[in-house]
Nanobody
Framework: VQLQASGGGLVQAGDSLRLSCAAS????????MGWFRQAPGKEREFVVA????????WYEDSAKGRFTISRDNAKNTVYLQMNSLKPEDTAVYYC???????????????????WGQGTLVTVSS
């Protein structure tokens, strides 16, 4: 199984970025997909998750209204559109796949079976 995250970069506050995560080696549509991030010196934190068919999404408060998760099961890819970026959004962003899809655990990294390598997002002020 491989999850390949891409799309990170250096942007200014207020800019937008679109992250992608291409999955292979798994039946993509059977997995809830999530995005987590880890800032320097901090623990990995949940950002957002999307249900297997995209019908439901769960956002961390800091992402609501600015970030949008979507998925294309035909392309085995999940996306994270990030708008109005802030310096505090600076982090390595990881995509992850969860086969269990238990709503109460979606915000917990331990629930996820597979992880991508991460893509760095740096937002300058």
């Amino acid at each position: 199984v491989q999850l390949q995250a891409s799309g990170g970069g250096l942007v200014q506050a207020g800019d937008s970025l679109r992250l992608s995560c291409a999955a292979s080696g798994l039946t993509f549509s059977r997995y809830v997909m999530g995005w987590f991030r880890q800032a320097p010196g901090k623990e990995r934190e949940f950002v957002v998750a999307i249900a297997r068919r995209g019908g439901s999404t769960w956002y961390e408060d800091s992402a609501k209204g600015r970030f949008t998760i979507s998925r294309d099961n035909a392309k085995n890819t999940v996306y994270l559109q990030m708008n109005s970026l802030k310096p505090e959004d600076t982090a390595v962003y990881y995509c992850a796949a969860d086969s269990g899809a238990i709503i109460s655990t979606l915000r917990h990294a331990a629930a996820y079976d597979y992880w991508g390598q991460g893509t760095l997002v740096t937002v300058s002020s």
